[in-house]
């Protein structure tokens, strides 16, 4: 099915879009072709703005958690949807990508040499499989963003390398987010360690300022961008760090849907995510589920 003969990705079959009930307040962007954002209000938040992201953000990265136990073998990417869309529902979240830009569904699931945006279907997840599923979740008016990988069954040696060498470059672009430094540092870092791995670090595709608005302007490369992208880091600063890794040539394209994008040479994609504050001291992790796990 939604694998050709050569292996090769196909898209698969989608749902009818999933509803939210009415009481769910919507971003402003649902039922529109395309945002108002970037809105102008700024990276910037006060502290009773923080709680709410806070919030969102522990929503979105519950869902994640929960999904843990129900990536196998055999499970379409569509039911992962499913349950990420009824989770955010049942915490009273709109799922914030459901109705971005003509995007239909709850969550993207990017799979293989998927590298962002992939749109949930009928496609069966198989052994050794590696699997990003992105969430974010919008409450009292807050967008809070994360993603992360899953391993299908048994994954080969370099699948697992990919997936913990992205993991440590997010985390290490993350340390090197604080106040008084240049947003581009982080790139820097993250693409030094990925190199060392022989991992290429997508450039087209980047962290943002997110909050108030889903993606608010704000651009963080994960790559040496130096010296552009040098607006210095503050505290009380709100915007993602999500590096996407390739093992071959980050060269892509993207499939007639308008969303999926896959390298051109079908080389694996593995990819983090967390929605980052910059306090006084230092950056924290937004994206943290309650139980305090980190994947
Ligand atoms: N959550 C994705 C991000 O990290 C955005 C997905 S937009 C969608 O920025 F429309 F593709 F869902
Ligand atoms: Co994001
Ligand atoms: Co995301």
Not at 137 to 150: K, Q, W
Not at 182 to 203: D, L, Q
Not at 204 to 226: N, S
Request: proline letters at 6%.
């Amino acid at each position: 099915m939604p694998k050709n003969a050569e292996g090769h990705l196909v898209p698969g079959r989608t749902t009818p879009m999933r509803t939210v009930p009415a009481r769910i307040p919507r971003p402003e962007y649902v039922g529109k072709a395309t945002p108002n954002e970037p809105d102008g209000t700024g990276d910037l938040y006060t502290a009773e703005e923080l709680e709410r992201l806070r919030r969102s953000c522990r929503i979105a990265a519950d869902c994640l958690e929960m999904l843990e136990e129900h990536v196998a073998p055999g499970v379409t990417t569509d039911r992962l949807d499913e349950l990420a869309h009824d989770f955010l529902v049942a915490h009273d979240a709109y799922p914030s990508t459901l109705g971005y830009r003509g995007f239909a569904k709850s969550s993207c699931t990017s799979l293989n040499e998927v590298i962002c945006h992939g749109i949930p279907d009928d496609t069966v997840l198989e052994d050794g499989d590696i699997l990003n599923i992105d969430v974010t979740a919008y409450f009292e008016g807050m967008h809070g963003d994360t993603n992360r990988m899953y391993l299908v069954g048994d994954v080969d040696e370099e699948g697992r390398r990919l997936v913990d060498v992205t993991r440590e470059a997010m985390l290490r672009g993350i340390k090197a987010a604080r106040p008084g430094r240049e947003v581009n540092v982080i790139g820097r870092v993250i693409e030094k360690y990925a190199g060392r791995f022989g991992f290429e670090s997508v450039r087209d595709y980047t962290g943002h300022g997110v909050g108030a608005a889903f993606h608010t302007g704000l651009i963080v490369p994960h790559y040496d961008a130096a010296p552009d992208y040098a607006t210095v880091m503050e505290p009380g600063m709100v915007f993602t760090i999500e590096p996407m890794l390739v093992t071959g040539s980050q060269d892509w394209e993207s499939w007639d849907d308008g969303w999926t994008i896959v390298t051109r040479d079908r080389s694996r994609c593995a990819q983090f995510e967390h929605t980052v504050f910059i306090g006084e001291d230092g950056p924290e992790l937004l994206t943290l589920p309650s139980s305090g796990r980190q994947p």
